[in-house]
């Protein structure tokens, strides 16, 4: 349990630093997209005093046909992919973006947390970062990660933390501008 706690406590940070980022830039806005973490990455912001002048919203899509519904994910891309794949996960964070006009980002993360997950994919996660400039929405940044824990909820937490770290560096590199 230590390990997780240790996790947590990373989790929170990394929630805090992204807070802090936001203030600095003051209109930037973002929105997630989150399937494997089940909204908790944007629950640890929601911690945060004050994220709401920036945090648009989150889409929780853990199923398949949630994420064609509400995302606009492509059946031929789930199909090619599976919902766990860079693909997918890119596709999710364009379409949360396109879906949130306020929005300047977006993060979306997919993965398999296990238990029961295929061996060869076990703790590997996705994040796609996207941003909007102009009219267009366009990936920013995409990211593979083997996660280091093994336990399911030590997992989604070292998962939120992941995409929590990706976007603030994309935002500090003001979004590959």
């Not at 240790?6 to 830039?25: C, G, H, T």
């Not at 990455?41 to 398949?64: D, F, I, K």
């Not at 937490?157 to 994309?170: M, N, Q």
Request: proline fraction near 2%; include cysteine.
């Amino acid at each position: 349990m230590s390990q997780c706690n240790e996790i947590l406590k990373a989790a929170r940070q990394s929630a805090r630093a992204l807070v802090k980022q936001l203030e600095l830039n003051q209109t930037d806005r973002l929105v997630m997209a989150e399937s494997c973490t089940a909204g908790l990455a944007s629950g640890l912001l929601a911690q945060v005093p004050g994220v709401s002048q920036w945090l648009c919203g989150s889409a929780v899509t853990y199923r398949e046909s949630v994420k064609t519904e509400w995302l606009g994910v492509s059946a031929t891309t789930l199909a090619n992919y599976r919902a766990e794949s860079m693909e997918t996960t890119s596709e999710m964070a364009l379409g949360v973006l396109r879906q949130t006009s306020e929005a300047k980002y977006s993060a979306a993360i997919t993965g398999h947390l296990g238990p029961g997950a295929p061996p060869a994919t076990d703790g590997q996660i996705f994040i796609a970062i996207a941003v909007r400039r102009d009219e267009e929405t366009q990936i920013d940044s995409t990211h593979c990660f083997q996660l280091d824990s093994h336990e399911r909820v030590a997992r989604q937490y070292e998962s939120a933390d992941r995409v929590l770290g990706c976007l603030r560096e994309a935002m500090a590199a003001g979004g590959n501008d």
